[in-house]
């Protein structure tokens, strides 16, 4: 039996990177699932760790797993409502969410960030995950039964990063998120957990990846000296939606090959410490 098997499934952001390697993760230990993008036609694959450009319904369906698509804007609440129902609907239950959505718009200083940008982010890294956990709790209540939920954060939702200021800003709300829910729910049997990785390989951060100069110097702020790998992340979650990991709860933990340890350093290169003022935002 896979260590998922009689699991249902909800997930965010599945078309590729992070989101993407989990749901095929989870369908190989034998969950059902129910995945979501903002859009039928987003980039599939993960670029560097998997060049199967199928998307990933199609990936999943090969494998003999159950798995039903569909839109979901994470950013409304009806989208959201209608993600879990559509679990509901086709499996009974929903028993494991995974808020993994999320968007990067940085590279410049604060004061350089426009207010459009904050207000992009925001919507899509914290009131997307607040959403979702607010939904998925909402249906473990009404099935009166355990759950369990995990949110994607960011090394970024443990330290803070130069030329990052509004990243770092709804990364930074998560553990709360994480920790109000797990101090909430945790009476119910819900559980919650949050998983924070460094820089990784995926289509999002390929140009990053593919510029050597710029790849070994990021990996001198990582003790291990490489880039996290998607399966890393599938792998920690997989072990946090089982019954393995039951007496963890509430936590935040690293996937990040020691970076933290760095206290939040970014490669000098990576920062553009731009001081003018008198330029268009």
């Given at each position: 039996?896979?260590?998922?098997d009689?699991?249902?499934?909800v ?5 590729s ?20 993008d ?12 998997d ?26 609440q ?26 990067w ?11 459009e ?10 009131k ?37 200021c ?9 553990p ?10 945790g ?11 460094t ?8 140009e990053?990846?593919e ?6 110097e ?10 996290c790998d ?7 979650a997989?072990?946090l ?12 933990i ?14 000098p290169?990576?920062?553009n ?9």
């Open positions: 039996m896979g260590r998922l009689d699991k249902v499934f997930i965010t952001g599945t078309s990177g992070m989101g993407r390697a989990m749901a095929i993760q989870f369908a190989k230990e034998g969950a059902k699932l129910v995945i979501s903002i859009s039928p036609n987003a980039p599939a694959g993960n670029y560097i760790a060049t199967d450009m199928r998307p990933t319904e199609e990936v999943i369906k090969s494998l003999g797993a159950e798995v039903v698509y569909t839109t979901c804007d994470v950013t409304k009806e989208d959201v409502k209608n993600l879990i129902k559509t679990a509901v609907d086709k499996f009974g239950k929903v028993t494991n969410v995974v808020a993994n959505a999320g968007i718009r940085g590279g410049v200083m604060m004061h350089h960030e426009s207010v940008i904050l207000d992009e982010m925001y919507a899509v890294n914290v997307g995950p607040y959403l979702t956990c607010q939904e998925a709790i909402k249906q473990f209540l009404r099935q009166d039964s355990p759950g369990n939920i995990v949110v994607i954060c960011s090394s970024t939702s443990l330290a803070i990063y130069a030329s990052e509004a990243y770092c800003m709804t990364k930074s709300a998560l709360a998120l994480v920790k109000a829910v797990a101090l909430e729910y009476p119910k049997g819900i559980r919650i957990n949050g998983i924070c990785p820089w990784v390989k995926t289509t999002l951060s390929h990053l990846y510029n050597e100069a710029l790849r070994r990021t990996e001198m702020f990582i003790p291990l000296r490489k880039w998607v399966g890393d992340v599938a792998n920690l997989t072990f939606s089982t019954e393995e990991s039951s007496f963890i709860h509430g936590t935040l690293p996937v990040d090959g020691g970076n933290i340890l760095s206290l939040g350093e970014v490669p290169s990576f920062i410490w731009d001081y003018s003022v008198d330029k268009e935002i």
